[in-house]
Every structure is written in structure tokens, then in C-alpha cells.
């Protein structure tokens, strides 16, 4: 599978829609200091069923645009990702904030938590297992694990 | 269950050291992973060591911040050897890195473009531009922080 | 022993927010310190605050990791401007900045050199590039990491 | 008062004597990764009276050079400070290594390490103050600790 777009829906600093894509086999995501680019990383992390706490907010609902000055501009964020199958059809992820619950989405039709990370699981995507998202400032302690955590991450991945 | 754990430890084990040496760019690197109970990996840490180029075996607490980043690679890719996940997504990675191992990141990430899809956040030209997309982020003055966002394809240009 | 501390919070207090806009190089921001118990400030916590250029007042933990950087860079020199140690020692410091605010703090710095000695630590060309004096450390081939030192006065080169 | 040169003998990754400086008023320390320059920063701390866990190291005489690799050349490692005072005079700090304890010189005279701190506290050094040493990774976390570590913070600078 290939990710191509992340579609982002009054997620953080992101107000009303902006696509992002098409990704490409090597992208670099670049801009100033507090433009938003940690954002985007939240948005992907969101949408792959990573927990609030990873994502630098206290509560779901600090994730609709403009909650970081206690205006939030509406009841609802969503990020979709849209992905490219072996088979060259396409596959729609989505996950959005309604109030202070998350819903989720696959190819537009309603599905429940477990199923949905299920099926993000098929193209290898667990974020349980800590093997593909590196948070800024984290990376160094990736090698630096005491040998008990390394065997946890193991178990996971296995 | 013990038999997958074994599977998943064995596999990453054999293929850290060549990623590493791969990443480093130099046969006289050296990663290996032990389990502290080879009988029952599972019961028990396993541990992590590198050697730097160039230097001897030493504990890892002894690396400098550069050098850590780079072993940590080395062990993501190679867990990412066994249970592939679609596309990897890093933030300022090369925070601690000089310009010659960011260049030695950026190879090895375009030499493996065919089987894995990687998005990085950075802040080094010497590593962006090595990419094949950029997307660019900024702001726009109000109230609260409004990100606005531009996507430019660099394959069309030469290096 | 009760005053010396009141003495060094309010000073601190009353510098930290011009330290910040000058850091900023704008007026927009704002920076300030706050006893939880304004009656007797050393029995309880005391709060940091900073308000990014263009951007309203949130909680410090919603800034990005270079405006963490720059927010921690002003209390600092704030702190510094009451109790002053001959010189700083900052070790890779700019990690986490752009290049805009690593060309703000390198000019804080030198306007500060006369009554501030400041050694960093750097990777980064436009921050290293803006120095008095370079020391080169490399490193030879030996058992062991041995490493041999380069000194050059970047004072007789012209920008 | 003024740094001009941190002299080091044996200290970590450096063999035998190396002298540094003269120190400017805004001097740069590089080189590639894994060269020394985090070792120069702990040889300073070191001099200025930092504690061994602050230095990288769990005991003294690991920071011996060689000891990395258990094959200390000396038994002994040194680190040197020269400062210029207001009235150009120098005034000369020197830290040891011997075996697993530490020796405090001053100007060449042997002395206690309360003494040692104390003449250095009148230089405006005083490491448990936090003030102006910051260690690699460390800057964040300056503006991002608790109210309460920050009063704490102020006491001792007081
Ligand atoms: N819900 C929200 N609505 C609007 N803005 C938000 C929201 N949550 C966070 N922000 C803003 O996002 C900014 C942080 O952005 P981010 O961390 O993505 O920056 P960055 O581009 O990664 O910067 P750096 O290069 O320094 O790491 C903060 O200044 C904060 O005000
Ligand atoms: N006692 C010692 N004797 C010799 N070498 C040592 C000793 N202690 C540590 N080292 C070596 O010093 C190296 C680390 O150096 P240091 O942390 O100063 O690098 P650095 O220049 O700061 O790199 P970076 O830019 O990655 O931060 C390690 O590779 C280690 O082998
Ligand atoms: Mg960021
Ligand atoms: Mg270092």
C-alpha cells in the first residue's frame, strides 16, 4: 500500500480543508518554526488510531482548529488518508472528532474502533508497535531502551 | 505465541548488522542484538550495541547524540524489515546529525524508495533536497495559528 | 534570606519580557513570570509564560519545539542578567531552530559580547559562521576515539 | 572575569595535553559527530566543580581517556581553567583524577573542594544553580519545567 493524500478537516492549525498530497516515494514536509508541520505529524498519527496523549493535547476535543485559544471554530475535526492498494484501487481512512468522542470511517462507511484498526492492520499499520512514527525529539531514545522495553517491543511487533 | 516472538527476534537480528554498515557506509560498523536468555528470549531484555565506525566496543551511553540517532535508525529499519508498515513518517530526525551522515540518511532512505515510502519533517536543506516531493508549510497572521500548504514536486528538476 | 529571593525574582520578573522581545526581534512578543502565591512567592511554584510572536496566550506545553527552544534561550539570559556567570556554555542549542531564529539568537548573542562570553557547540553553519573564533575538533583513527583540536580567529575575515 | 584557555591532560577522547583558546567573546566548538565536542563540554563542567552523572560517566576514573574501552592510559586526567580577571590578572582553576577521587588546585596550590567552590562562587560560578551549562538535548526542557522546579530554580540563584 501507498499513501498518497491526508486530507485534514479543521485539525489543529489547519482551519477548513487542505489536502496534502500527492505524496511521493521520498517527501520532506518543510516550513518556519510553529507553522504547523508537528501538526501534520499529529494529523497522520491521528488518523492511524494513535491515542491523545502522543499527540500533545489533553482532550480529543483540543484537536478541532482553533481550541489552543479556546475558540474553536467548530464541533468537529476529521483527517482522512487515502491510500493506493497492490491493486491499484484506492482505500479511505477516516477518523474524526464529534464533540468529545472520535468516529471512524473506511471508504465512507460507519465501522467501530476495533474494526477499523483491524483493517489498518492488514497493510501492516499498528501504532502499538512503535515501528513507524518518530515524534520530534524522540528518536535517540529509540537506541537507548532498557533491555526489558526492547523485548515489550518485540512482543508487539511479532 | 513464543514461536512468532522467536521468528520476529531472529529475523531483525540478522539483518541489523548490514542495515547498520549500510547506514554508516562503512564495513567496520557493527549492530547486534542479544537476548539476555537465548534459550527463552521471551522471558527476559534483549540487548542493543553498535560499534561506530571506526571506534571500538564500548556500552552504547558512551555514544555521542549524532551517533545514537544513527543506531536507532539502524534498528527501526530493520524491525521494519520484518513487519513492513506502508510508510514511515520522521520528525526532525536529523536534528543531531552532521552533514555527512544526513547525506549517508538520505541514501539510504532514495536507495530503498521501491519498497518503502518515507515523509520526513526537516529543517536542513542538506537533507530536504534530497527528496522526491516537497511540501511546504506557513502561516498566515491571525488570531490563532492558520497553516497553509503548498506542494511541489521535485523530480521535474535536475539536483 | 526571604529577600534575597524576592530581590531575585523581581528582577528577573521585570527583564524577562524585554530579553524575550529583543531574542524575537519583535515587539509582539511577550514573556512573563508569575508566583502561584504573590504574598510570599519562594513557599509556592512560579509559572512561565510566553506568548509567541503573532500568536495569542496558550499554554506553554501547545508551542513548537523551536519556540520551546527560544522561550527557554530568554529565561536564561533573563536569569543571567541577575546573577552573572563569566560565560555560557551551550551545547547544540540551535538544534530544534530554523534559520531565522538561528540568525536571531546569533545576533543576540554578539550584542551582547561585552558583557556576556558565549561558547555553543554547533552542527549548523549559519549559526557557527557567526563566531568570534572557531575550534575545530576531528578525530583520529586509534583504538579509541582521540580527538585533536584546530583553533582559527574568524576575526580577520571579512563576512 | 574572562575564560581564555581550558587546558585538558588525558580527559576523555583527549590524549595527553591539548590546550584550547584563546577564547573570544563568541567562540564556536565544531566538528563531525562522535569527534570530542560534548567530551570539551564535560571537561569544562568538570572543572567547574559538575557532578560525575552530570558528565556522562558513572565513576571518576572513566573519564580518564581510554577508559572507555578499559584501557586507561594513566591513572590520572586533569582539566585546567584560565581566566583574565578585571585587573588582567590570571587566576588558574585545576580539577584532577586521581584513582577515584578528585584533587582542587588553584593557581598551582592544593585546596579543599569547599574552598575551590567557594573562589569560584566569587567568580559568579555555581554549577548546582543550573545558569549557564546546558548540556546536549537539555535546552526544551529549561522553559518546560514545573512551577515548582522553577522556584527551586530561583532559590538557589538567590
Ligand atoms: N487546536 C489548535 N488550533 C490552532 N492552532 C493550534 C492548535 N493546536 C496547536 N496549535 C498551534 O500550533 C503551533 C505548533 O505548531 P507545530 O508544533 O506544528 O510547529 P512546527 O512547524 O512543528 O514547528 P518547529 O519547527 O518549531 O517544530 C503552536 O504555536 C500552537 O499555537
Ligand atoms: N574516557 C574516554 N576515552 C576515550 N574516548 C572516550 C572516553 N569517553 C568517551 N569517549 C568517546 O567519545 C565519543 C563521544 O564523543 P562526544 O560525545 O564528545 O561527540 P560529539 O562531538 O559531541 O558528537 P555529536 O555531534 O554527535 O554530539 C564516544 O564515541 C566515546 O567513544
Ligand atoms: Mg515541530
Ligand atoms: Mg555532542
Redesign the pocket.
Known amino acids: 500500500a501507498f499513501l498518497k493524500y491526508i486530507d485534514m478537516e479543521n485539525f489543529k492549525s489547519y482551519r477548513g480543508h487542505h489536502r496534502i498530497g500527492p505524496l511521493k516515494s521520498f517527501t520532506a514536509v518543510v516550513g518556519p518554526n510553529g507553522s504547523g508541520k508537528s501538526n501534520f505529524m499529529d494529523a497522520v498519527s491521528f488518523v492511524m488510531g494513535e491515542k491523545t496523549s502522543l499527540l500533545r493535547v489533553k482532550r480529543l476535543s483540543d484537536l478541532i482548529h482553533g481550541a489552543s485559544i479556546n475558540k474553536p471554530v467548530s464541533r468537529n475535526a476529521s483527517v482522512t488518508a487515502t491510500f493506493i492498494l497492490e491493486d491499484m484501487t484506492e482505500k479511505q481512512f477516516q477518523r474524526s472528532v464529534v464533540g468529545q468522542s472520535s468516529e471512524h470511517r473506511i471508504d465512507g462507511q460507519s465501522v467501530s474502533i476495533s474494526n477499523y484498526l483491524a483493517e489498518l492492520e492488514k497493510l501492516g499499520i499498528n501504532v502499538k508497535a512503535k515501528n513507524f512514527l518518530v515524534f520530534q525529539g524522540a528518536v535517540e531514545s529509540i537506541a537507548m531502551k532498557n533491555p526489558k522495553e526492547r523485548t515489550a517491543l518485540f512482543e508487539e511487533i511479532s | 505465541r513464543h514461536d512468532k516472538f522467536i521468528d520476529c527476534f531472529e529475523h531483525v537480528a540478522n539483518e541489523i548488522d548490514a542495515i547498520y554498515k549500510a547506514l554508516a557506509m562503512n564495513q567496520s560498523a557493527q549492530a547486534f542484538l542479544g537476548p539476555e536468555n537465548p534459550e527463552e528470549p521471551y522471558l527476559d531484555g534483549i540487548n542493543y550495541n553498535c560499534v ?1 565506525p571506526g ?1 571500538r566496543f ?1 556500552p552504547m551511553s ?6 545514537k540517532t544513527v543506531a536507532a535508525l539502524a534498528l527501526l529499519f530493520a524491525i521494519h524489515s520484518y513487519q513492513p508498515a506502508p510508510f514511515f513518517l520522521l520528525d526532525e530526525i536529523d536534528a ?1 546529525l ?1 552533514n555527512t551522515n544526513i547525506g549517508k540518511v538520505a541514501s539510504y532512505i532514495r536507495s530503498k524508495r521501491g519498497s518503502l515510502q518515507t515523509i520526513v519533517i526537516s529543517l536542513k536543506e542538506e537533507f530536504y533536497g534530497c527528496s522526491d516531493a516537497l511540501v511546504g508549510i506557513c502561516s498566515e497572521p491571525a488570531d490563532c495559528l492558520v497553516s497553509d500548504v503548498i506542494t511541489l514536486s521535485l523530480e521535474d528538476y535536475d539536483d
Open positions: 561506530a571506534k564500548q558512551n555514544l555521542s547524540g549524532g551517533e543531531a552532521d
